[in-house]
């Protein structure tokens, strides 16, 4: 099993950037795939970007693919997005999640979620 904290979030203008970070405890992060998934108020989780558990293969959403970029850091169990030229509708709670197999883009795949943290883009 598997424990994770996001931080990083916040507020900043439309264009801005942002990094988040996913602290993983317990059972070595290496071990698993990790996505990130943003719910917005009033709609449904969506997927946002994967990660392989070497880190070599990645995948994005159309809506943020050249914008974000996922990546870990093994060493440290921690998984990261950076998100670069952000736009109000970036605007949701952001969760990262992890998964004991290949990465995934469906939520339902994922058996371990962190708390989510929040991330406003004003305009």
């Known amino acids: 099993q598997v424990q994770l904290v996001e931080s990083g979030g916040g507020l900043v203008q439309a264009g801005g950037s942002l990094r988040l970070s996913c602290a993983a405890s317990g059972r070595t992060s290496s071990s698993y795939s990790m996505g990130w998934f943003r719910q917005a108020p009033g709609k449904e989780r969506e997927f946002v970007a994967t990660?392989?558990?070497?880190?070599?293969?990645?995948y994005y959403a159309d809506s943020v693919k050249g914008r974000f970029t996922i990546s870990r850091d093994n060493a440290k169990n921690t998984v990261y997005l950076q998100m670069n030229s952000l736009k109000p509708e970036d605007t949701a709670v952001y969760y990262c999640?992890?998964?004991?197999?290949?990465?995934?883009?469906?939520?339902?795949?994922?058996?371990?979620w962190g708390q989510g943290t929040q991330v406003t883009v004003s305009s």
């Open positions: 990660i392989s558990r070497s880190g070599e293969s990645t």
């Open positions: 999640a992890a998964r004991p197999g290949p990465f995934n883009i469906d939520s339902d795949e994922y058996p371990y």
